[in-house]
């Protein structure tokens, strides 16, 4: 029990943040460079290369999960002025301020 209050003090960000430089980090790595290895043995380049973009979005999420869904996330910021585009679009059941804003799109 008392483990548990001390990391509710010490907050989930620096329990992310320990886990993904000290654990998930290099599993990762080591995952990456097994997998293309293997890919280079065996002479499959193209998979290789397909192996690796996905490998860097998924590099992409982990690493960089604060900054895309952060409170200063760039999905966040997004999702906030859209919500505000909304808001400010029309009726009082919500339902105008989507059509306000589908008219603004080029579709």
């Not at 992409?60 to 869904?69: P, Q």
């Not at 409170?71 to 002025?81: D, H, L």
């Not at 505000?84 to 080029?106: C, D, R, Y």
């Amino acid at each position: 029990m008392h483990t548990l209050l001390l990391l509710g003090d010490a907050g989930l960000g620096e329990l992310q943040s320990t886990l993904v430089s000290n654990w998930i980090g290099p599993a990762f790595f080591i995952i990456v460079a097994g997998f293309a290895i293997k890919f280079i043995v065996s002479r499959q380049f193209r998979e290789l290369a397909s192996f690796l973009g996905i490998a860097a979005v998924v590099a992409l999420l982990v690493f960089n999960a604060d900054g895309l869904f952060g409170k200063n996330g760039v999905f966040y910021k997004i999702a906030e002025a859209f919500s505000g585009a909304l808001e400010s679009g029309g009726s009082s059941e919500g339902a105008g301020g989507m059509i306000q804003v589908l008219q603004n799109f080029k579709f």
